[in-house]
C-alpha cells in the first residue's frame, strides 16, 4: 500500500517538476552578441545603410547617357494656316494664305545625351563616400547603445541573484540557530521569546527574499527580451565574482582619446558633407556640357493607313554639343548657402561641446572607478569581520555565554554588509560601463 501510494504521488509531482524550466547559462559576451543579432535600432541602421546604396546607385545615374524614344500620331480636321508674301507667286504687294500639310502626320524620334562636364555633380562624389561613413557609424552607435544596455541589465541581474543567495545562506542559519533555541527551550536553557524573536528575523528575511525573487524574475524577463530568448525561460547570467576587481588595472589604463569615439567621429563627418554639400551648391552655376544625338522619321497622310509602303518617310539625324550656363535662381543658391553655413557653425558648437563633454564624463567615471574599488576593499573586509563576528557569537550563544539579542544583532549587520558588498560590486561594474562608454571602447566586452 506504501509502495502504490508513493509511485502516485511521484507520478503527480513528476509534471509539477517538468514545468520548472531549467535556467539557461549565459555569460556576457555571449548575451551581447544576441542582443545585438535582435536589435531592431541596429536592423534598422543597417537597413538604412542598404537604402543608402540604392540612393547611391539613384544619384549615379545622372552621369549616364539618358535615352528617350517618342512615337506621335496626330490628326488635324482643319489644317492650321499660314500667310505667305505675294511676291513667291508673282503677286506682289500681297498675303497669300496657304495651308501647310496633310490631315494625318505620324512621327518616331529617338535621342540620347551624354553629360561630358558637370563641376556639381563631380564635387558630389566626395559626399557619396562621407554619407557612407556616416551610416556606418550609425550602425555601430546603434551597437555601442544596444552592448551598453544589455550590459547594464546583466550585471543588475547579477548583483540581484547575489543578494538572493546571500539571504538563502543567512536563512539557513537562522534556521539552524532556531532549531537550537527550541531544543535549549526544551531542555530550560532559553525563553520562549528567543525563539519567536528568531522567526521574526527569519520572515523578515523570507519577505525580502520573495521582493528579490519578483526583481529577479522582472531583471531576466528584460534579459531574455533585449537577447531574443523566450521570456518563458529562465536565464542564469554568469561570471566569475571570487574576485571582481581583478581586471581593474585594465580599465585604470584606458586613455581618453575623444576623436576616435563613434559621437566625435559621426558630427566630423556631418561637418566634412556639409561642407562639401556647400562646395557642390557653389559649382550649380557653372556651365555643364553635354554631347546628344537625335534621329527621326515623319510621314504624312490624307488617311491612316501609315502602313501603305508606296508612302514616302523623311528622316532626320544631327549630333550635337549643348552648354548649359545657369543665369539666375531668384537667390535659391544663396538662401540655400546661407542655410548650410548656419547648420555647419550649429555643428562645430556641438562638437567643441562634445569635447568637453567626453573630458568631463571620463573624469567622471575614473573617480567613480577609484572610488568604487576602495569602498569594495573596505567592504570585503567589513563582510569578513561580521561573518567572523557572527560565527563567534553562534558558538558563544550555544554554550549560553552570549544572550540571543548580541546573536541577532551580529546576523543583522552580516547581512547589511554583504548587502552593501554586492552593491559595491555592481557599481564596480557600472563605473567599468561608464568608463567603456566615456573613451569609446564598449566593444571591449565582446572580446
Given at each position: 500500500?506504501?509502495?502504490?501510494?508513493?509511485?502516485?504521488?511521484?507520478?503527480?509531482?513528476?509534471?509539477?517538476?517538468?514545468?520548472?524550466?531549467?535556467?539557461?547559462?549565459?555569460?556576457?559576451?555571449?548575451?551581447?552578441?544576441?542582443?545585438?543579432?535582435?536589435?531592431?535600432?541596429?536592423?534598422?541602421?543597417?537597413?538604412?545603410?542598404?537604402?543608402?546604396?540604392?540612393?547611391?546607385?539613384?544619384?549615379r545615374n545622372a552621369a549616364y547617357p539618358r535615352m528617350t524614344a517618342n512615337l506621335d500620331v496626330d490628326?488635324?480636321?482643319?489644317?492650321?494656316?499660314?500667310?505667305?508674301?505675294?511676291?513667291?507667286?508673282?503677286?506682289?504687294?500681297?498675303?497669300?494664305?496657304?495651308?501647310?500639310?496633310?490631315?494625318?502626320?505620324?512621327?518616331?524620334?529617338?535621342?540620347?545625351?551624354?553629360?561630358?562636364?558637370?563641376?556639381?555633380?563631380?564635387?558630389?562624389?566626395?559626399?557619396?563616400?562621407?554619407?557612407?561613413?556616416?551610416?556606418?557609424?550609425?550602425?555601430?552607435?546603434?551597437?555601442?547603445?544596444?552592448?551598453?544596455?544589455?550590459?547594464?541589465?546583466?550585471?543588475?541581474?547579477?548583483?540581484?541573484?547575489?543578494?538572493?543567495?546571500?539571504?538563502?545562506?543567512?536563512?539557513?542559519?537562522?534556521?539552524?540557530?532556531?532549531?537550537?533555541?527550541?531544543?535549549?527551550?526544551?531542555?530550560?536553557?532559553?525563553?520562549?521569546?528567543?525563539?519567536?524573536?528568531?522567526?521574526?528575523a527569519r520572515t523578515n528575511l523570507e519577505a525580502q527574499r520573495q521582493n528579490l525573487l519578483n526583481a529577479?524574475?522582472?531583471?531576466?524577463?528584460?534579459?531574455?527580451?533585449?537577447?531574443?530568448?523566450?521570456?518563458?525561460?529562465?536565464?542564469?547570467?554568469?561570471?566569475?565574482?571570487?574576485?571582481?576587481?581583478?581586471?581593474?588595472?585594465?580599465?585604470?589604463?584606458?586613455?581618453?582619446?575623444?576623436?576616435?569615439?563613434?559621437?566625435?567621429?559621426?558630427?566630423?563627418?556631418?561637418?566634412?558633407?556639409?561642407?562639401?554639400?556647400?562646395?557642390?551648391?557653389?559649382?550649380?552655376?557653372?556651365?555643364?556640357?553635354?554631347?546628344?544625338?537625335?534621329?527621326?522619321?515623319?510621314?504624312?497622310?490624307?488617311?491612316?493607313?501609315?502602313?501603305?509602303?508606296?508612302?514616302?518617310?523623311?528622316?532626320?539625324?544631327?549630333?550635337?554639343?549643348?552648354?548649359?550656363?545657369?543665369?539666375?535662381?531668384?537667390?535659391?543658391?544663396?538662401?540655400?548657402?546661407?542655410?548650410?553655413?548656419?547648420?555647419?557653425?550649429?555643428?562645430?558648437?556641438?562638437?567643441?561641446?562634445?569635447?568637453?563633454?567626453?573630458?568631463?564624463?571620463?573624469?567622471?567615471?575614473?573617480?567613480?572607478?577609484?572610488?568604487?574599488?576602495?569602498?569594495?576593499?573596505?567592504?570585503?573586509?567589513?563582510?569578513?569581520?561580521?561573518?567572523?563576528i557572527t560565527e563567534k557569537l553562534v558558538l558563544q550563544y550555544k554554550e549560553g555565554v552570549v544572550p540571543?539579542?548580541?546573536?541577532?544583532?551580529?546576523?543583522?549587520?552580516?547581512?547589511?554588509?554583504?548587502?552593501?558588498?554586492?552593491?559595491?560590486?555592481?557599481?564596480?561594474?557600472?563605473?567599468?560601463?561608464?568608463?567603456?562608454?566615456?573613451?569609446?571602447?564598449?566593444?571591449?566586452?565582446?572580446?
Open positions: 500500500m506504501k509502495i502504490c501510494l508513493l509511485s502516485v504521488l511521484i507520478g503527480l509531482a513528476t509534471p509539477l517538476l517538468a514545468q520548472v524550466p531549467t535556467p539557461q547559462p549565459l555569460r556576457l559576451k555571449e548575451g551581447l552578441e544576441l542582443a545585438i543579432a535582435n536589435s531592431a535600432n541596429v536592423e534598422k541602421a543597417r537597413l538604412d545603410r542598404q537604402g543608402l546604396e540604392q540612393r547611391l546607385k539613384e544619384a490628326y488635324s480636321p482643319v489644317l492650321p494656316t499660314q500667310v505667305m508674301p505675294g511676291e513667291v507667286v508673282g503677286q506682289p504687294g500681297t498675303f497669300i494664305p496657304v495651308q501647310f500639310g496633310r490631315a494625318w502626320q505620324a512621327m518616331g524620334a529617338i535621342q540620347a545625351e551624354q553629360p561630358l562636364y558637370n563641376e556639381s555633380l563631380r564635387r558630389s562624389k566626395q559626399a557619396i563616400t562621407l554619407t557612407r561613413e556616416l551610416t556606418d557609424l550609425q550602425v555601430k552607435r546603434s551597437e555601442e547603445e544596444v552592448i551598453y544596455n544589455t550590459a547594464l541589465v546583466f550585471y543588475q541581474t547579477l548583483q540581484t541573484r547575489q543578494l538572493q543567495r546571500s539571504i538563502d545562506a543567512n536563512l539557513e542559519k537562522l534556521s539552524a540557530l532556531q532549531q537550537v533555541a527550541e531544543l535549549q527551550l526544551k531542555n530550560g536553557y532559553a525563553i520562549p521569546t528567543d525563539v519567536k524573536r528568531i522567526k521574526v529577479i524574475l522582472n531583471l531576466e524577463q528584460t534579459l531574455s527580451f533585449l537577447c531574443g530568448l523566450p521570456l518563458d525561460g529562465r536565464v542564469e547570467p554568469l561570471e566569475d565574482l571570487n574576485n571582481p576587481a581583478a581586471d581593474s588595472l585594465t580599465w585604470k589604463n584606458l586613455l581618453l582619446e575623444t576623436r576616435t569615439t563613434t559621437e566625435f567621429k559621426l558630427l566630423s563627418r556631418a561637418i566634412d558633407l556639409n561642407h562639401v554639400q556647400v562646395r557642390s551648391l557653389k559649382a550649380e552655376p557653372l556651365p555643364s556640357l553635354n554631347a546628344y544625338a537625335a534621329a527621326s522619321l515623319q510621314s504624312f497622310r490624307d488617311n491612316a493607313n501609315f502602313a501603305d509602303p508606296d508612302a514616302r518617310w523623311y528622316g532626320m539625324f544631327a549630333v550635337g554639343l549643348k552648354i548649359k550656363m545657369p543665369l539666375f535662381d531668384g537667390f535659391r543658391r544663396h538662401n540655400k548657402a546661407r542655410v548650410l553655413d548656419i547648420e555647419g557653425q550649429k555643428m562645430d558648437a556641438d562638437r567643441r561641446q562634445l569635447e568637453g563633454a567626453k573630458n568631463l564624463e571620463f573624469k567622471q567615471a575614473g573617480d567613480q572607478l577609484e572610488n568604487s574599488l576602495r569602498m569594495l576593499k573596505g567592504q570585503s573586509e567589513n563582510v569578513a569581520l561580521a561573518r567572523e540571543l539579542t548580541d546573536l541577532l544583532n551580529a546576523q543583522t549587520a552580516l547581512s547589511e554588509a554583504e548587502t552593501l558588498y554586492w552593491q559595491q560590486v555592481f557599481a564596480y561594474k557600472l563605473a567599468v560601463l561608464k568608463i567603456l562608454k566615456a573613451s569609446g571602447n564598449l566593444s571591449l566586452l565582446q572580446r
